[in-house]
T-cell receptor, first 111, second 114 residues
Framework: GNSVTQMEGPVTLSEEAFLTINCTYTATGYPSLFWYVQYPGEGLQLLLKATKADDKGSNKGFEATYRKETTSFHLEKGSVQVSDSAVYFCALSEDAGKSTFGDGTTLTVKP | NAGVTQTPKFRILKIGQSMTLQCTQDMNHNYMYWYRQDPGMGLKLIYYSVGAGITDKGEVPNGYNVSRSTTEDFPLRLELAAPSQTSVYFC?????????????FGPGTRLTVL
C-alpha cells in the first residue's frame, strides 16, 4: 500500500535559519503530494501541493518540488520565523477517498 | 462560509458510554472523512464518504460507525467507549477531482475515555 515517511522531529531552529523537512513516499500510481500545517490547538490546513512530477508547490515562502525519480517532496524555507512554529505533515492522495499522511514533524523556531 | 465545523470541542466519557461527534461542512463538498490523531502521531483514517448515502471503512474503523444522510453532515458514532479511543478526532471534507484531493479540516474534538 501507499506510505509517507517524514524526517523525525522535533526540529528546533533559530529565526532566519534555513529549513528542510524531508518527505519520501511509496505509491503504486501517480499521486498528488501535499504539505499540511497544524498550528497548536487547530486542525490541519493546506500549505502547498503538487499534482505531477517536477511541479513545484509554493506558499508563504515555503517550497517543495515533486521528484518522481527519488519519490520525494521535501519542504524548504529560506528564512523561518517564530510564527512558523507548528507541526508539518506530508501527505499523498491517490486512490478515491484515501489520503495517506506522514507522522508529522514538529518545528520550533526560537527568536 | 464557516468551512468545516465540529462539536463538541472537548468531551470526557466513561468506559462503556456512547456518543456522537458532529461534523458539518458548508462548501458542498462531495467527500468527507473522519480521522483520529494520537499524540505525536499522524492521522489515521476511520471512515470516509464519497457522497450522501455512501460510506466506507478506512484504516481503523473498529468501534465506530458513521452515516451520511445529507451532503453537509457526517456524524461519527462511538459505541461502548474504550480508553483506546482517547484521541483527537478530526473531520475533513474535499471536492475530489482525480487525485487532487485538498482536504479542509475542522478544529477537532478532543475525547478522553476514563
Amino acid at each position: 500500500g501507499n506510505s509517507v515517511t517524514q524526517m523525525e522531529g522535533p526540529v528546533t531552529l533559530s529565526e532566519e535559519a534555513f529549513l528542510t523537512i524531508n518527505c519520501t513516499y511509496t505509491a503504486t500510481g501517480y499521486p498528488s503530494l501535499f504539505w499540511y500545517v497544524q498550528y497548536p490547538g487547530e486542525g490541519l490546513q493546506l500549505l502547498l501541493k503538487a499534482t505531477k512530477a517536477d511541479d513545484k508547490g509554493s506558499n508563504k515562502g515555503f517550497e517543495a518540488t515533486y521528484r518522481k525519480e527519488t519519490t520525494s517532496f521535501h519542504l524548504e524555507k529560506g528564512s523561518v520565523q517564530v510564527s512558523d512554529s507548528a507541526v508539518y505533515f506530508c501527505a499523498l492522495s491517490e486512490d478515491a477517498g484515501k489520503s495517506t499522511f506522514g507522522d508529522g514533524t514538529t518545528l520550533t523556531v526560537k527568536p | 462560509n464557516a468551512g468545516v465545523t465540529q462539536t463538541p470541542k472537548f468531551r470526557i466519557l466513561k468506559i462503556g458510554q456512547s456518543m456522537t461527534l458532529q461534523c458539518t461542512q458548508d462548501m458542498n463538498h462531495n467527500y468527507m472523512y473522519w480521522y483520529r490523531q494520537d499524540p505525536g502521531m499522524g492521522l489515521k483514517l476511520i471512515y470516509y464518504s464519497v457522497g450522501a448515502g455512501i460510506t466506507d471503512k478506512g484504516e481503523v474503523p473498529n468501534g465506530y460507525n458513521v452515516s451520511r444522510s445529507t451532503t453537509e453532515d457526517f456524524p461519527l458514532r462511538l459505541e461502548l467507549a474504550a480508553p483506546s479511543q482517547t484521541s483527537v478526532y478530526f473531520c475533513a471534507s474535499s471536492w475530489r477531482r482525480g487525485s487532487t484531493d485538498t482536504q479542509y479540516f475542522g478544529p477537532g474534538t478532543r475525547l478522553t475515555v476514563l
